[in-house]
């Protein structure tokens, strides 16, 4: 009896100090989107740069960031499944000034803000996933705005 106890004790110490591993979505990826819905549904090379953090805050920034020019988004995610997350992040959108006032250094102005809701399931080798998005579109004073869509992406893992 005392062997096997001491043999239990030394496993369950042992597995508690590894460290667990971070959920597969943790990293850098490269993700293709066509929307099909939406102010975004004739971009046909859509592409967004995510960073998911282990805290589970996440940053993302399109090749479109510039027409017209916005901040990334900023947001959260969470697991809800084995390889299958949640998330949930947020950009400012922004109007020309009118055209007399770029003259005085005004240029793009405060218009509303995105807000996307991503289904993700990340494949097998953690290296591909597919999502699905949901876009929505706030103006200035977080009244729902025209624009919103849906779409379907497709991203791989930033490596070496």
């Avoid at 995510?50 to 805050?57: K, S």
């Avoid at 996440?58 to 998330?87: C, H, K, M, Q």
């Avoid at 004073?141 to 919103?148: F, I």
């Amino acid at each position: 009896m005392g062997k096997a106890f001491a043999t239990l004790l030394l496993a369950a110490c042992c597995a508690a100090e590894r460290p667990a591993l971070p959920p597969a979505l943790v990293g850098a990826w490269r993700s293709s989107l066509q929307f099909t819905t939406g102010a975004f549904a004739s971009i046909k090379d859509h592409e967004f740069m995510y960073v998911f953090n282990a805290g589970g805050t996440l940053t993302e920034s399109s090749n479109y960031d510039g027409a017209p020019p916005v901040p990334p988004a900023y947001g959260v995610w969470r697991a809800i499944g084995t390889n299958e997350f949640e998330a949930k992040y947020e950009f400012y959108v922004t109007a020309p000034s009118p055209p007399e006032a770029f003259k005085t250094g005004a240029g793009w102005l405060p218009s509303g803000r995105g807000v996307f809701t991503e289904r993700i399931t990340v494949a097998a080798d953690g290296q591909s996933f597919t999502s699905i998005i949901r876009y929505e579109a706030f103006d200035t004073k977080g009244q729902p705005a025209p624009g919103g869509g849906e779409a379907t992406g497709r991203a791989t893992r930033i490596r070496f």
